[in-house]
């Protein structure tokens, strides 16, 4: 069973600096890219229409995005800028 589960939700190791909020986006990073896979996929084989794949793939980068900015990944950090001040 862990092999199907494997081929399914492939996870590769993140080698980035080891925060708890750069794991979760990682996750996230992961999850997205799966999804579009299996839309793009989906999308191909003429089981779902362009538009269709489009919105869930725009649906699903906004999310995305949502998740970076309530992280604070890529933000100055409020203390660093109470440094600079």
């Known amino acids: ?22 794991l979760v986006f990682n996750a996230n990073l992961q999850e997205f890219a799966q999804r579009v896979g299996y839309i793009t996929g989906l999308e191909t084989s003429g089981k779902l229409p362009p538009e269709v794949a489009y919105a869930e793939i725009k649906a699903l ?9 309530q992280l604070g990944i890529g933000q100055p950090r409020a203390d660093s800028q109470e440094n600079t001040a």
């Open 1 to 22: 069973m862990t092999d199907t589960f494997d081929y399914l939700h492939p996870r590769s190791r993140y080698h980035g600096a080891t925060k708890p909020e750069n």
């Open 61 to 69: 980068w906004k999310q995305l995005k949502r998740s970076k900015k």
